[in-house]
């Protein structure tokens, strides 16, 4: 078992900058790949980006590219979601999830793919 626990939500002005961090505890936090989602009101939770274990292989939905960085820390079991140049339409509740790392990136752009799920932060952005 996993447990996740997200932080760093918040209210911020268009343009703006926030970083989310997930806090991991339980199994090894490194047998694991780590992502985030995200799910605006009303529509489904939507793949955001991840990290496999070695912190070098990543992936980010096109939405993000260029603006939004993932990383980890695996000795402080610790993911972050460094999040720049903000717009309203990035308003959603953002969870972190982790799956197994054996999985290829591609594949982990799939909820289905994850085991384990966080309560989520609200992130709000105002225009």
């Known amino acids: 078992q996993v447990q996740l626990v997200e932080s760093g939500g918040g209210l911020v002005q268009a343009g703006g900058s926030l970083r989310l961090s997930c806090a991991a505890s339980?199994?090894?936090?490194?047998?694991?790949?780590m992502g985030w989602f995200r799910q605006a009101p009303g529509k489904e939770r939507d793949f955001v980006a991840v990290?496999?274990?070695?912190?070098?292989?990543?992936y980010r939905a096109d939405a993000v590219k260029g603006r939004f960085t993932i990383s980890r820390d695996n000795a402080k079991n610790t993911v972050y979601l460094q999040m720049n140049s903000l717009t309203p339409e990035d308003t959603a509740v953002y969870y972190c999830?982790?799956?197994?790392?054996?999985?290829?990136?591609?594949?982990?752009?799939?909820?289905?793919?994850?085991?384990?799920w966080g309560q989520g932060t609200q992130v709000t952005v105002s225009s």
């Open positions: 999830a982790a799956a197994l790392d054996g999985l290829g990136l591609d594949r982990l752009a799939y909820r289905s793919k994850y085991l384990y």
């Open positions: 339980g199994r090894t936090f490194s047998n694991y790949a």
């Open positions: 990290i496999k274990w070695n912190g070098v292989s990543r």
